[in-house]
C-alpha cells in the first residue's frame, strides 16, 4: 500500500513539474508589464521604452511599458517587489533606486539582492553637468571660480534627492572643495526644464534625459563624470580631465523581476534582451540617447548588484543624504 502511494505521489510531482516546465517553455503567453519607476521623458523612461518596444517587434510579444513614478524610483520598485513572481511584472532598474535609495529611506519593505531577481543589464551612462546655453558658464573651472568667489549661491537641478545623479553633484562639490546648492526634483524632466529656463545654474543629469537638448543646441554639456569620455559626446571632457583626478561616477539600467520568479523565465528574458544588444540598430538607437549598451549573463548582473549595493552605502552615509 505504501508503495503505491509513493508511486502515485511521484507521478503526481513529476506531472507538476513537467506541467510548470511546460509553462516556462511557452513563455510569454500574454503581456508583460515593464514597470517604468520614474515619469515620462527620463533617461529610465526612453530606455524601457525602447526595449519594450524592440522585445515586442522581435518576438511578437506584448511588452507594455507602465509609469509608476514616486520617491526617487522606490514606488515602482516596490510595486515589482509586491507582484507575483510569474515573469509577467518586471521593472526596468537602475543604480538609483536599487543601490542608493535603500540607504536613504530607512523604511523601505525591501532589500534589492533579496528581493528581487537580476534579469538582464541594459546600459550604463555617465552623469553630465550641464548648464544652460546662455549661460555665462562655459567650462567647468569657470563654475568653480564662481562657486569660491560666491559659495552657495550657484544651483544645480537634479532628479531627486539622494538619487545618484544627486550624489555625483555631491561629489564633485567635495572633489572641487566648493559649496553649490542643491535643487531637487520630482524626475529628470522637470529639472531640465528649469535648467533650460535658467531657474538652476546647472543641470546635473543621466546623459540620456538630457541629449535630445544637447544635439538641440539649448543645453550645453560641461563634462561627463565617468572615467572614460562618451561615446556619445566625444567632445565634452570628463571632470578627472577637467582637474580631479581619479573621479568617475556612472549609474547603470537593467530588468529586474520578484524574486521566485522561474529561473527559465529569467534566463528567456536574459537572453533576447541580449541578442537586441547585439543587434546593430538597438545599440545605434540605445548609444544615440547617451547611454551604452553592455550586455551580461545573470549571474555577472547580480554579482554588479550586490558589489554596489556595499559600496554605495559609504557614500550615502558620508554624504548626509536623507529622506524622511
Given at each position: 500500500?505504501?508503495?503505491k502511494?509513493?508511486?502515485?505521489w511521484?507521478?503526481?510531482?513529476?506531472?507538476?513539474?513537467?506541467?510548470?516546465?511546460?509553462?516556462?517553455?511557452?513563455?510569454?503567453?500574454?503581456?508583460?508589464?515593464?514597470?517604468?519607476?520614474?515619469?515620462?521623458?527620463?533617461?529610465?523612461?526612453?530606455?524601457?521604452?525602447?526595449?519594450?518596444?524592440?522585445?515586442?517587434?522581435?518576438?511578437?510579444?506584448?511588452?507594455?511599458?507602465?509609469n509608476?513614478?514616486?520617491?526617487?524610483?522606490?514606488?515602482?520598485?516596490?510595486?515589482?517587489?509586491?507582484?507575483?513572481?510569474t515573469g509577467?511584472?518586471?521593472v526596468?532598474?537602475?543604480?538609483?533606486?536599487?543601490?542608493v535609495?535603500?540607504?536613504?529611506?530607512?523604511?523601505?519593505?525591501?532589500?534589492?539582492?533579496k528581493?528581487?531577481?537580476?534579469?538582464?543589464?541594459?546600459?550604463?551612462?555617465p552623469?553630465?553637468i550641464?548648464?544652460?546655453?546662455?549661460?555665462?558658464f562655459?567650462?567647468?573651472?569657470?563654475?568653480?571660480?564662481?562657486?569660491?568667489?560666491?559659495?552657495?549661491?550657484?544651483?544645480y537641478g537634479s532628479?531627486?534627492?539622494g538619487?545618484?545623479?544627486?550624489?555625483?553633484?555631491?561629489?564633485?562639490e567635495?572633489?572641487?572643495?566648493?559649496?553649490?546648492?542643491?535643487?531637487?526634483?520630482?524626475?529628470?524632466?522637470?529639472?531640465?526644464?528649469?535648467?533650460?529656463?535658467?531657474?538652476?545654474?546647472?543641470?546635473?543629469?543621466?546623459?540620456?534625459?538630457?541629449?535630445?537638448?544637447?544635439?538641440?543646441?539649448?543645453l550645453?554639456p560641461?563634462?561627463?563624470?565617468?572615467a572614460?569620455?562618451?561615446?556619445?559626446?566625444?567632445?565634452?571632457?570628463?571632470?578627472?580631465?577637467?582637474?580631479?583626478?581619479?573621479?568617475?561616477?556612472?549609474?547603470?539600467?537593467?530588468l529586474?523581476?520578484?524574486?521566485g520568479t522561474p529561473?527559465?523565465?529569467?534566463?528567456?528574458l536574459?537572453?533576447?534582451?541580449?541578442?537586441?544588444?547585439?543587434?546593430?540598430?538597438?545599440?545605434?538607437?540605445?548609444?544615440?540617447?547617451?547611454?551604452?549598451?553592455?550586455?551580461?549573463?545573470?549571474?555577472q548582473?547580480?554579482?554588479?548588484?550586490?558589489a554596489?549595493?556595499?559600496?554605495?552605502?559609504?557614500?550615502?552615509?558620508?554624504s548626509?543624504a536623507k529622506?524622511?
Amino acid at each position: 500500500m505504501l508503495l503505491k502511494k509513493l508511486l502515485v505521489w511521484s507521478l503526481v510531482s513529476v506531472a507538476a513539474v513537467g506541467a510548470a516546465q511546460a509553462q516556462n517553455a511557452s513563455y510569454p503567453t500574454k503581456s508583460v508589464r515593464l514597470i517604468i519607476p520614474f515619469p515620462p521623458g527620463g533617461g529610465t523612461d526612453i530606455l524601457s521604452r525602447l526595449v519594450a518596444q524592440k522585445l515586442t517587434e522581435a518576438n511578437k510579444w506584448s511588452v507594455v511599458p507602465d509609469n509608476r513614478a514616486g520617491a526617487g524610483g522606490t514606488i515602482g520598485i516596490t510595486e515589482a517587489v509586491k507582484a507575483a513572481p510569474t515573469g509577467y511584472d518586471i521593472v526596468m532598474g537602475q543604480k538609483d533606486n536599487l543601490v542608493v535609495g535603500p540607504w536613504l529611506y530607512g523604511n523601505l519593505p525591501w532589500d534589492p539582492t533579496k528581493d528581487l531577481v537580476a534579469v538582464a543589464h541594459v546600459a550604463y551612462t555617465p552623469v553630465v553637468i550641464a548648464t544652460s546655453a546662455n549661460s555665462k558658464f562655459k567650462t567647468l573651472a569657470d563654475v568653480v571660480a564662481a562657486a569660491k568667489t560666491a559659495p552657495d549661491t550657484i544651483t544645480y537641478g537634479s532628479p531627486g534627492n539622494g538619487t545618484t545623479i544627486h550624489l555625483a553633484g555631491h561629489l564633485f562639490e567635495k572633489a572641487a572643495s566648493i559649496n553649490i546648492r542643491h535643487i531637487p526634483y520630482k524626475g529628470s524632466n522637470p529639472a531640465l526644464m528649469d535648467a533650460l529656463a535658467g531657474n538652476v545654474d546647472l543641470l546635473v543629469s543621466s546623459v540620456p534625459s538630457a541629449m535630445a537638448q544637447i544635439k538641440a543646441g539649448k543645453l550645453r554639456p560641461l563634462a561627463v563624470t565617468s572615467a572614460a569620455r562618451s561615446s556619445s559626446l566625444p567632445d565634452v571632457p570628463t571632470v578627472a580631465e577637467s582637474g580631479y583626478k581619479d573621479f568617475d561616477v556612472s549609474t547603470w539600467y537593467g530588468l529586474f523581476a520578484p524574486a521566485g520568479t522561474p529561473a527559465t523565465v529569467v534566463t528567456t528574458l536574459n537572453t533576447e534582451v541580449n541578442k537586441l544588444l547585439a543587434n546593430p540598430e538597438v545599440k545605434a538607437a540605445i548609444q544615440a540617447q547617451g547611454a551604452e549598451p553592455v550586455a551580461m549573463k545573470v549571474d555577472q548582473f547580480s554579482n554588479l548588484l550586490k558589489a554596489d549595493y556595499a559600496k554605495w552605502k559609504g557614500i550615502v552615509q558620508a554624504s548626509g543624504a536623507k529622506v524622511e
